[in-house]
């Protein structure tokens, strides 16, 4: 079992910058892939960026140039940097990890809220 501790979420202003992070812990666990998705009211759960064990990175259309994902393999961490951001860009915000046998962990989300 994994658990997920999300943390970094709150309101900012458009063009400000906000940073989330996501530990994970857990007994017997081995980690693949981390990442995050959003969900804006109304509108289905989506990709924000997402980060593989061997390195690779991939960002939803709508945040890439803007968002940065890292990790801290050591701590099992994942790191959201959001730059410019927009009131579009509000949305709750979940933790993703999936393990080496394909199994998906979701974070109990934090919310974003951008102004305009």
């Known amino acids: 079992q994994v658990q997920l501790v999300e943390s970094g979420g709150g309101l900012v202003q458009a063009g400000g910058s906000l940073r989330l992070s996501c530990a994970a812990s857990?007994?017997?666990?081995?980690?693949?892939?981390m990442g995050w998705y959003r969900q804006a009211p109304g509108k289905q759960r989506e990709l924000v960026a997402t980060s593989t064990e061997g390195g690779s990175t991939n960002y939803g259309d709508s945040v890439k140039g803007r968002f940065i994902i890292s990790r801290d393999s050591a701590k099992n961490t994942v790191y959201l940097q959001m730059n410019s951001l927009k009131p579009e860009d509000t949305a709750v915000y979940y933790c993703?990890?999936?393990?080496?046998w394909g199994l998906g962990y979701w974070g109990q989300g934090t919310q974003v809220t951008v102004s305009s």
């Open positions: 857990g007994s017997r666990f081995s980690i693949n892939a």
């Open positions: 993703n990890v999936v393990d080496l």
